[in-house]
């Protein structure tokens, strides 16, 4: 139970993680939200959470191969992506996301086609598995140990996480959408980066102390 509870935790920490920086699949959810409502905006988040998934399982086929070597360098592996994610949380707090996309609202009333134009947004931005990589290992999944149904559970957990974050963020725009400033993304892009800071930060300090008492060193 305690397993399965550790991966839950984890996974939708990682779907939540993927899900949350406003890049243009973000912007795009939020501008439909504005324009055609919640409903839109959360489809939109829909197919983004797909392609996630997508990605997730290419990177978990590959680290399937080489479970052994996980095992074995799962502490430098947890530095190098703590690393990878202090970076990209630095990005994240400098970097303004509104400037990376030009309005684009159809005002047509489709969810499928909302789902299907998220997913496609987000399936166009391959280098996402560098970010997937280094939270797969923060978070130690999979694991060698894990049976087929924690990987189930696991990958459920990410969309999860997926979808609670689009559920969140655009309940938040709906309520707000009379007076929503879309550059009030740019302030909720520094607040994620700096929790994904403080958490990566932590990451790194407790992956070097064990890596150093794995070595004898302390």
Known sequence: MGTILSILIGCVSIGIFLSAPMGPIGILCIQRTLNK??????FTGVGAAVS???????VGLGISL??????SNVNILQIVGSIILIVYALYMIVHNPVSQIKENI???????????????????????????IPL????????PE???????????????GALLWW?????????????????????????IGSIILV???????????????QLNVI
């Open 37 to 42: 409502g919640r409903s839109s905006g959360f």
């Open 146 to 160: 894990y049976r087929f149904y924690h990987i189930i559970i696991g990958y459920a957990s990410i969309v999860l």
């Open 167 to 191: 559920s969140v963020i655009t309940f938040f725009v709906n309520k707000v959408r009379s007076h929503f400033n879309i550059r009030s993304m740019w302030l909720i892009n520094r607040i």
């Open 66 to 71: 080489v479970t052994d070597f996980i095992a």
């Open 199 to 213: 958490l990566s930060l932590y990451g790194l300090v407790t992956g070097t102390i064990a890596y150093l008492q």
């Open 106 to 132: 159809d005002q047509r009333d489709d969810h499928l086609r909302d789902a299907v134009t998220g997913f496609l947004f987000t399936l166009s931005n391959p280098l996402i598995m560098f970010l997937i």
């Open 52 to 58: 996630d998934l997508f990605y997730c399982l290419l």
């Open 136 to 143: 797969f290992a923060r978070f130690s999944f999979p694991l």
